[in-house]
């Protein structure tokens, strides 16, 4: 089973932080839909149980990411609805909004998905999610004691990610 | 090949229909008529260029009931968009699942690398899904929420009220047809807005 991450593969319990941000959650997944981090600063309502939330966000993206390259009216050649597609290839989406929050998205070519949730008259956060990406890269990826694929428990990462959002607009 | 076997019409000048429409080119310098057909490309282009590429209704289960396409690339056969508007249609409702905060109402708009999709639902039946209408159209098209309000408008008028039309059935009505295809118009679009 590859695109949904078992039990034994559970990601971190969030730590509640106090923040005057607008920011409310960030996940990061790994290709295979394992959620490798998951944050929240500002969530009043939970209707599922953490573990079912990651799988329900994972399969938003997937399935939205699956009707953009789809739905893509600038190429003639699409193929078939629900193929899988690589990172990159096909039509993506960076961003969606609801009255109540927005969506940012964003996949590296290895297949990390960054997703930031934040209010819904937030601007463009696309440079945002790339800063971030840098921040796993520096602070995740060039760790020793880190092994790929699972859940992310590097301190001084959250902790320069905390003050990034933070300082988010 | 035997002389026999050539069509007849060709059996004096055998090119002569494909070269005729040459003959008009020749007449100017090679420079002149490479402008001429990068005008009339450009001006092709910008009959092509619409700031809308399709328009969909769904109906409160998910069902497709309204589909036209303005001019996107690629043809979806009619399975496709069916498809297309019940994934949409659970999208949305799987957002309204994903909000930090109550009273989501579901995804407004999307802004695909291509394509910004707007959505608007209406707001009889909202407890679990309304009439859904949304417009695919090029990113950074301003004023989708005026002219999806006014689709929506025509619908109630045209559609709703119509006593023949039957609830959750695919539209076919004339009236809306016409009225609908004036609101698209570009200028119309940007008139609505202000």
Redesign the interface.
Known sequence: MQFFGGSEISPSPPQPTVSGNNA??LYVFNRNGVCLLYR?W????K??NPQQ?HK??F??LF??K???A?????????GN?GVPQLPGQG???????????K?SFMESPSGIKIIL?THPRTGDLRESLKYIYNLYVEYVVKNPLYSPGAPIKCELFNSTLDQYVRGLG | MKRSNLPIKYGKYPYLPLKLPCLALETCSFRQTTNARVRLKKRKDLIKMAAIYSLYIINKSGGLIFYKDYGSAGRMDTNDTLRLASLWHSMHAISQQLSPIPGCSGIELLQADTFDLNCFQSLTDIVIAGTKVFVVSEPGTLHMEYLLKYVYELYTDYVLKNPFYEMEMPIRCELFDINLTQAVQKDRVALLGR
Not at chain 1, 42 to 45: F, V, Y
Not at chain 1, 70 to 78: E, F, G, L, V
Not at chain 1, 91 to 101: E, L
């Open positions: 409310h959650m929240e500002n969530r009043p309502l209707t599922l939330d329900l966000m399969g938003l399935s939205l699956s009707l953009t789809k739905m893509d009216p600038t190429s003639a050649d699409k609805l039509c993506s989406f960076h961003s969606f909004r609801t009255n109540t929050y969506l949730v």
